[in-house]
Each structure stands twice: as structure tokens, then as C-alpha cells.
């Protein structure tokens, strides 16, 4: 099993050199109160989307969560200025329900947010779940030296 494989947590190793590994990571950044957008059905997701399905909600949220219906043939793509969103609401962890935060046209998601400290969860199922707000708890597999890990992702209603 690979480090990325199903849900997993990417580190700032997995982009940067110098960057933390899994094992480094703060694990209370990985448990709080979190909030799921649904796009399921766009293509593009960017800002001004980001700004729709969240402006008017109670903003004390650490995690914000991604619903896409993203598969392996069709992924919606995160634009870069929706990542520039997520850092400047002060998220601690985005979690999203595709194989990445990224369309595959480079890692700039990635870039933006685990240059910021802001952790980034991947291949979560969320194909049952409504918008709104949730406990939520997602740990990695403690493995030292590693720039990802599969972790199990849990979410409480609140």
C-alpha cells in the first residue's frame, strides 16, 4: 500500500523538500468542527463558488470539507484562487471526495495550501452526506519520515 492510497492525508513533504512529514504534523489541526460544500456537478470550482456556498454561514469552522462527486473519469477542477479562498478564511484542513486537490495540470493547489500549513485530506467519501456542519476526526497512519499517510476519516453530526 502506498502512502496516498484511498484517504489519506498529504504532509508538506509531498511538495516541499524541507517540508513536515506525517509524522510531524499537529494532529489537533485534524479534529474539529468542519463544514461540507456540495459541488457535486461542477466542473470548475473557484472562488466565486466558494463565496456562494459558504458567505452567509457561521465562519468558526477549522475544516472545510468538499463534496464533488469526483471519479475516476470526471474530476471538477479546484482552481487555484479557490485554494487562495481556503487560506484566507483560515481553514486548518481541506478535505475533499477526489484523488486530489489538483486536476492534474500541476500541484498548485497543493503548493498554495501546504505552503500555508494548511493540511489537505484526499479521497474521502462523502457520496452519503448532506452540506452543513459536522464533528469531524481524520488521523493518519504514524509513519516517520513519510509525506503522506492513509488516515481513517470520521464525521459526527453536531
Known amino acids: 500500500m502506498g502512502s496516498h492510497t484511498a484517504t489519506h492525508i498529504d504532509a508538506p513533504a509531498h511538495i516541499f523538500e524541507s517540508g513536515r512529514t506525517v509524522d510531524e504534523l499537529e494532529l489537533a489541526s485534524l479534529v474539529g468542527r468542519a463544514y461540507l ?8 470550482i473557484g472562488n466565486d463558488e466558494m463565496e456562494k456556498t459558504f458567505s452567509f454561514k457561521d465562519k468558526s469552522s477549522e475544516i472545510i470539507l468538499l463534496k464533488t462527486e469526483s471519479s475516476d473519469q470526471k474530476f471538477a477542477k ?7 479562498w481556503i487560506v484566507k478564511k483560515g481553514f486548518l484542513t481541506v478535505g475533499i ?8 495540470e500541476g500541484l498548485d493547489n497543493h503548493r498554495i495550501l501546504l505552503g500555508k500549513g494548511i493540511n489537505i485530506i484526499e479521497n474521502l467519501d462523502l457520496k452519503k452526506v448532506e452540506p452543513g456542519y459536522y464533528g469531524f476526526v481524520c488521523l493518519p497512519l504514524k509513519i516517520k519520515g513519510c509525506d503522506g499517510a492513509p ?7 453536531s
Not at 471526495?97 to 492534474?104: P, Y
Open 37 to 44: 460544500i456540495d459541488h457535486s456537478g461542477k466542473t470548475e
Open 78 to 84: 479546484i482552481l487555484p484562487d479557490a485554494a487562495e
Open 97 to 104: 471526495d477526489s484523488e486530489s486537490m489538483d486536476s492534474g
Open 151 to 157: 488516515a481513517r476519516a470520521i464525521l459526527l453530526q
